[in-house]
Nanobody, 121 residues
């Protein structure tokens, strides 16, 4: 079993910054991808940023140039640096990971519990 634990959410004023962290733990042989999704009230969950092992990061158009995803593979951790935050960035942010638990198992998808980000003056 794999657990994803997020941290770093909170309340910030428009134009401010926050950094989210997500650490994966448990039975991990390899991680193919780690990313961040968000869901605002009344909206569907949407991809914010995705980091695939050996690939280039992908970003939602709405966050390009403001958000940066990075990974520390030694710590099985993914970060999301969010700058120039806007009220429309307000949502619950979820960490996502595609993990291979052992050499003999396929990839499985895991989700964190979510962390609230509120951008408001």
């Amino acid at each position: 079993q794999v657990q994803l634990v997020e941290s770093g959410g909170g309340l910030v004023q428009p134009g401010g910054s926050l950094r989210l962290s997500c650490a994966a733990s448990g039975s991990i042989f390899s991680i193919n991808a780690m990313g961040w999704y968000r869901q605002a009230p009344g909206n569907e969950r949407e991809l914010v940023a995705l980091s695939t092992t050996g690939g280039s990061p992908n970003y939602a158009n709405s966050v390009k140039g403001r958000f940066t995803i990075s990974r520390d593979n030694a710590k099985n951790t993914v970060y999301l640096q969010m700058n120039s935050l806007k009220p429309e960035d307000t949502a619950v942010y979820y960490c996502n990971a595609h993990v291979q638990a052992t050499l003999w198992k396929g990839m499985s998808e895991y989700w964190g519990q979510g962390t609230q980000v509120t951008v408001s003056s």
